[in-house]
């Protein structure tokens, strides 16, 4: 079974900074893409940040220059560095991978839980 677990969520001021995983465990033979969405209460679902498993990497406009993506492949983990948080970055992160479970490789779509993330004074 496939899981995909968000940790580094909380509550940060202003300003602060706050770096979530995503770690991908189970039986998992090649991971394409990985990202970040949000979903802040009564707003649309948002995509964060994307980076391919050649570590390409594109964000929405409104994170660019304060967040970061990366992903450890050895570790089947990506990561969102966040800096210079903002109040309205608060929202539920949630993270995706395209993977294959099997073998011959065949992709599907995975989904974290979510972790939450709160910027308030």
């Known amino acids: 079974q496939v899981q995909l677990a968000e940790s580094g969520g909380g509550l940060v001021q202003p300003g602060g900074s706050l770096r979530l995983s995503c770690a991908a465990s189970?039986?998992?033979?090649?991971?394409?893409?990985m990202l970040w969405y949000r979903q802040a209460p009564g707003k649309e679902r948002e995509l964060v940040a994307q980076?391919?498993?050649?570590?390409?990497?594109t964000y929405a406009e409104s994170v660019k220059g304060r967040f970061t993506i990366s992903r450890d492949n050895a570790k089947k983990t990506v990561y969102l560095q966040m800096n210079s948080l903002k109040p309205e970055d608060t929202a539920v992160y949630s993270c995706?991978?395209?993977?294959?479970?099997?073998?011959?490789?065949?992709?599907?779509?995975?989904w974290g839980q979510g972790t939450q993330v709160t910027v308030s004074s």
């Open positions: 995706y991978a395209y993977l294959s479970a099997t073998w011959p490789l065949n992709y599907s779509d995975y």
């Open positions: 980076i391919t498993s050649g570590g390409r990497t």
């Open positions: 189970g039986r998992i033979f090649s991971i394409h893409d």
